[in-house]
């Protein structure tokens, strides 16, 4: 068992129809060819190494342009928003906001009458310590006031 193949070996062999004749100059000019399957196969890779490298070369130049170009284009965006923004209308902006922010009310002014209410409430505090719903109504007064001034700095 084993010694024999499960599969005959059939190889077939062509012969062609009509002679196939070589010139002798053919033959000679093949078997004198010093280059062999090799050394055309190294010749293939170095040509194939070139094309890459090239080609490389060739997207590394193509990607630096589109950079610079790039850059050139927010160069030029800067530049305009640079000019849109001139010493007058910042002038005119900083005049503006000055404007708002003197029209608002003073944080001082509103701060007198809560102080006022917030001393009351702690002296009523210290008087009752142990009864501090005594002091409802001075709560009551600077809640008030607080809320009131709340109310005006929200505008």
């Known amino acids: 068992m084993g010694q ?15 002679p196939v004749e070589v010139s ?3 033959s000679n000019s093949i078997q004198s060819n010093p280059e062999t399957d090799f050394t055309r196969n190294q010749r293939t890779n170095k040509y194939i190494e070139d094309k890459v490298a090239e080609r490389m070369y ?3 130049i193509d990607a630096e342009a589109e ?15 640079i000019a849109k923004t001139d010493s007058k209308k910042i002038k005119d902006q900083l005049e503006k906001l000055h404007n708002e922010l003197s029209s608002r009310p003073k944080k001082g ?15 009523c505090f210290e008087k009752n310590k142990n009864r501090p719903l ?14 009131r001034m ?3 700095l929200e505008l």
């Open 134 to 147: 005594n002091c409802r109504a001075e709560y009551d007064d600077f809640h008030a006031q607080v809320k």
């Open 24 to 26: 002798g100059r053919l």
């Open 67 to 81: 950079l610079e170009q790039a850059k050139q284009k927010i160069k030029e965006i800067d530049e305009g928003r």
């Open 58 to 60: 060739q997207a590394r």
């Open 109 to 123: 002014a509103l701060n007198k009458a809560s102080e006022t209410a917030r001393a009351k409430l702690i002296e």
């Open 4 to 18: 024999t193949t499960s599969k005959e070996n059939n190889s077939k062999v062509f012969q062609p129809q009509t």
């Open 150 to 152: 709340e109310e005006i």
